[in-house]
C-alpha cells in the first residue's frame, strides 16, 4: 500500500488511484459517492450507482487530460454529466437524436423520481426539475444543490462564464412556469423565490441516498 497522508487532496488521491493504489481509490470514492449519487437520483430511475461507479473510473481514465486549475468537484461532475448522456445516448435507438437542450429526464427517463419526497411542495419541484430541458435541470441543481461557483460551473458544462448566468435566467423562468402548472396557476416562481432555496436544501439530503458517507 502506498504512503499517503491522512488528509491527501483529491488530485494526489486520483494519481495514486491511477497509479494502482486502491485504497487511494477506495478513499476518494467515499468522500465523493453522495456528490455523484446525488447529481444521478432525479435524472434516471434505475442504475444510479452503476453510473457512479462508471463516473469515477472515467475520471481515473481521463485524469492527465484535465487541467489542474479548476476543482476537482468540476472535474468530477463534468465527468458524470458526460456519463449520463452517454447513458441517455446508449439506451435510445441509433438514429434517435438526443437534443439536450429541449429533451428533459422525464422524456427520456419517463418513470417517477427514485427520490423520497415528503412533502407536496418538494414533490412538485422534483416533477417540474424533470420536465424541465435536462441541460436546465444540471445548471440548477449544480447551483441549487451543489453551490458550485460560476467558473466551477462553466467547467461542468462546458460552456464560458456568461453562458452560464444566462442559461441559469432562462432554467429558472422554466422551471417556475412548471411550478405554477403544477400549483395549479397559482402563481409564478418569483413569487416564492425563497421557497425554492428552502424546498431545494430539504431534497439535497433525500437526494443523497443515506447508505454512504
Known amino acids: 500500500?502506498?504512503?499517503?497522508?491522512?488528509?491527501?487532496?483529491?488530485?494526489?488521491?486520483?494519481?495514486?488511484w491511477a497509479a494502482g493504489d486502491r485504497g487511494a481509490g477506495g478513499q476518494l470514492f467515499t468522500r465523493h459517492f453522495r456528490t455523484v449519487f446525488r447529481f444521478f437520483s432525479n435524472k434516471v430511475t434505475t442504475g444510479s450507482e452503476d453510473l457512479v461507479q462508471q463516473t469515477f473510473l472515467a475520471c481515473v481514465e481521463t485524469h492527465r487530460r484535465f487541467r489542474r486549475d479548476a476543482s476537482f468537484r468540476a472535474f468530477l461532475l463534468g465527468t458524470a454529466r458526460n456519463v449520463l448522456y452517454n447513458e441517455f445516448r446508449r439506451r435510445r435507438r441509433k438514429d434517435d437524436r438526443i437534443d439536450f437542450t429541449s429533451m428533459s429526464a422525464m422524456d427520456l427517463a419517463p418513470s417517477p423520481s427514485s427520490i423520497i419526497a415528503e412533502k407536496m411542495e418538494q414533490r412538485q419541484l422534483l416533477e417540474a426539475l424533470r420536465s424541465i430541458p435536462i441541460d436546465y435541470q444540471i445548471a440548477l441543481e449544480l447551483h441549487l444543490w451543489e453551490g458550485l461557483t460560476?467558473?466551477?460551473?462553466?467547467?461542468?458544462?462546458?460552456?464560458?462564464?456568461?453562458?452560464?448566468?444566462?442559461?441559469?435566467?432562462?432554467?429558472?423562468?422554466?422551471?417556475?412556469e412548471r411550478m405554477a402548472q403544477l400549483r395549479g396557476g397559482g402563481g409564478p416562481l418569483e413569487s416564492t423565490s425563497g421557497d425554492l432555496e428552502r424546498w431545494a436544501a430539504s431534497l439535497r439530503e433525500a437526494a443523497s441516498g443515506g447508505s454512504r458517507g
Open 150 to 176: 460560476g467558473p466551477e460551473m462553466a467547467e461542468v458544462l462546458g460552456i464560458a462564464e456568461p453562458g452560464v448566468r444566462s442559461r441559469l435566467r432562462r432554467a429558472k423562468q422554466a422551471l417556475g
Open 1 to 16: 500500500m502506498t504512503d499517503r497522508p491522512a488528509e491527501a487532496s483529491d488530485f494526489d488521491l486520483l494519481d495514486a
